[in-house]
């Protein structure tokens, strides 16, 4: 199966500033079949970015992703109250389908 | 727009099996898949598998195929999920999510969430 990793565990930071998580994979995700979910406490995840860097619909632009391979990033330009959240990476190309331990992104 | 809304909370004895149930609605059932996926407290998400409304055919996650069943009701537009041989490691939030044509599509959306409680 393919392992992702997200780093780092907790990211501290203030309203405004931009945001850098990382995901790495166990071995290359075809296709890039990677996307990012974003989980508020208390709610389901929801879905920010597919295909890698492809916003799903009505995901503000502040929010991007990259990366290929094993490799990949999702950026918070400028962090706004309401993007302090959990954030899950996850291949979803090959069975079993996988997702990281998450970052979470927490008022400094 | 698509929605998907689940059961209610359940608590159950370790042994016990449990059944949650994902209602779809707002376009045609037949189109696409529903996976499930589970958040144990304070953890991350585990994909536990995925079933095709039309066929009701499936696909398991290895850790979880000895004891998960996935089946749908066409009429009602509902997809369920049984766990059985509960422990209390199977205490946790219970997600059911529109997969798209299935392996290669992202979840979206997401169904509300369904707490599981084992506990004697």
Known sequence: EIVLTQSPGTLSLSPGERATLSCRASQSVSSSYLAWYQQRPGQAPRLLIFGAFSRATGIPDRFSGSGSGTDFTLTISRLE????????????????LTFGGGTKVEIK | QVQLVQSGAEVKKPGASVQVSCKTSGYTFTTYYIHWVRQAPRQGLDWMGIINRSTGSTNYAQKFKDRVTMTRDTSTSTVYMKLSSLTSKDTAVYYCAIGGAGF??????????????VSS
């Open chain 1, 81 to 96: 109250p309401e993007d302090f959240a959990v954030y899950h990476c996850q291949q979803y190309g090959i069975s079993p």
């Open chain 2, 104 to 117: 290669g599509d992202p979840f979206d959306p997401w169904g509300q969430g369904t707490l599981v409680t």
